[in-house]
């Protein structure tokens, strides 16, 4: 059977279309000042599409360029997506935990890739690592943004839930 796409075209198509909507968040945040918070989302964004955009281009770029490219770029656009929540809610940076998080994603890259050489071990730790800010960030909303509300917004919640459990399923693929 012909696929109708192959995943770097996906991922080509997604990235494109999160670039456009990155594009537009950046040309608000220079135009105006924006909610506390709109311009960490913004980072989030652009990272977000860097990360895609070297997922996409892995075969045509260098191992040792395009997945480590791909990785810190998801992860800061974690991070930043986190950072603009915190901004948001007047809550502390947590800039200690962004400080062990990239240390530790840092040690597990280097050691999954050059000490124990296993993709599916290297991919699973970065993983964990995203499903902790996922659930990070949840119970920072839960916790500060949904009792701010008077209608709260179960769509954010579940959104970060639906990128917590897919993240949750590719390490089971993994471990198959």
Not at 43 to 71: E, N, R, S, Y
Not at 96 to 104: D, I, S
Not at 105 to 132: K, N
């Amino acid at each position: 059977m012909i696929e109708p796409f192959d995943a770097q075209t996906v991922f080509m198509a997604g990235g494109l279309l999160s670039l456009s909507v990155g594009l537009c968040m950046l040309l608000i945040t220079i135009g105006r000042n924006n909610c506390k918070g709109f311009k960490e989302w913004t980072a989030a964004i652009l990272l977000f599409d860097v990360g895609v955009a070297a997922v996409g281009l892995h075969a045509a770029w260098p191992g040792p360029f395009g997945v480590p490219l791909a990785k810190c770029a998801i992860l800061g656009s974690v991070i930043f997506t986190y950072d603009g929540l915190s901004a948001f809610t007047g809550s502390r940076a947590a800039r200690l935990r962004h400080a062990v998080m990239l240390a530790l994603w840092s040690l597990g890259f280097f050691y999954f890739t050059l000490v124990h050489r296993d993709e599916g071990l290297r991919s699973g730790f970065f993983d964990l690592i995203l499903v902790a800010y996922g659930i990070a960030t949840l119970r920072l909303y839960l916790s500060k943004v949904h009792s701010m509300r008077s209608e709260p917004n179960w769509l954010i919640p579940a959104g970060i839930a639906l990128r917590i459990g897919l993240t949750f399923f590719a390490l089971a693929y993994i471990a198959v």
